[in-house]
C-alpha cells in the first residue's frame, strides 16, 4: 500500500518576465551598456543615460513581479533622471523583487548593436550587473549581436536590448 500523498508542501514559485529596450545612436554621447562606458564613435540618445541592457533587464524584473515598467517608475518627463546612471532603476527593481519576496534566479540578454565589438566587454558587464543585481556573475548570460547591416541597427541608427529574468519566491513578502 502507498504512503499518503504529502499535500502540505507548497510547490517553488516561479515568475519570468521579459524586457526589450531600444534607443537611437548618435555622435556625441556616451555609449554605455550595462553601467559600463564602451569605446565608440556614436552614444545612445535618451533622457537617462539611454543604458539599453539595463533599461531591458529592468522591465523584465518589473514584468516578472507585475509590477509596471521602468517608464512609470522613472517617467523621462522627471528631470532628477535627466543623464541618470540607469544602474540606479535596475537597484530599485531589484529591492522592490526583493520587498514582494522574490529573489533573482538569473538574467539572460542579448544586445543588437552593428559597432563596436562587445566581446571584449562581455565579462565585465556581466560582473557589473551581478554587482548592482546582488547575484553571481554565473546567473547573468550576455550575448551580442549585429543587424547584419541592414535595417535600422545595421545601419548604426539605433541599437536594441533583450532580456529575460527568472525570480523565486523567497520567503514571506514583506508587502503583499
Ligand atoms: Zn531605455
Redesign the pocket.
Known amino acids: 500500500m502507498n504512503p499518503p500523498p504529502i499535500v502540505s508542501l507548497e510547490p517553488p514559485e516561479f515568475r519570468t518576465g521579459v524586457g526589450y529596450?531600444a534607443?537611437r545612436l548618435a555622435t556625441g554621447r556616451k555609449l554605455v551598456i550595462g553601467g559600463i562606458e564602451i569605446a565608440a564613435d556614436k552614444g545612445l540618445v535618451?533622457h537617462s543615460d539611454?543604458d539599453?541592457l539595463l533599461?531591458a533587464i529592468t522591465d523584465a524584473m518589473l514584468g516578472a513581479a507585475a509590477q509596471g515598467d521602468?517608464g512609470e517608475l522613472f517617467p523621462n518627463s522627471d528631470p532628477q533622471w535627466q543623464g541618470a546612471d540607469s544602474s540606479i532603476f535596475a537597484r530599485q527593481a531589484a529591492e522592490i523583487l526583493e520587498s514582494y519576496g522574490w529573489r533573482i534566479v538569473n538574467v539572460d540578454a542579448v544586445v543588437v548593436i552593428e559597432r563596436p565589438k562587445l566581446l571584449p566587454y562581455r565579462e565585465v558587464i556581466r560582473e557589473n550587473i551581478a554587482s548592482i543585481l546582488k547575484i553571481r556573475t554565473s546567473a547573468v548570460g550576455l550575448k551580442a549581436k549585429t543587424g547584419e547591416g541592414v535595417g535600422p541597427v545595421g545601419t548604426e541608427q539605433m541599437a536594441e536590448a533583450h532580456a529575460v529574468v527568472l525570480i523565486a519566491r523567497s520567503g514571506q513578502p514583506k508587502l503583499m
Do not use: F, R, V
Open positions: 529596450d534607443h535618451g539611454a539599453i533599461h521602468i
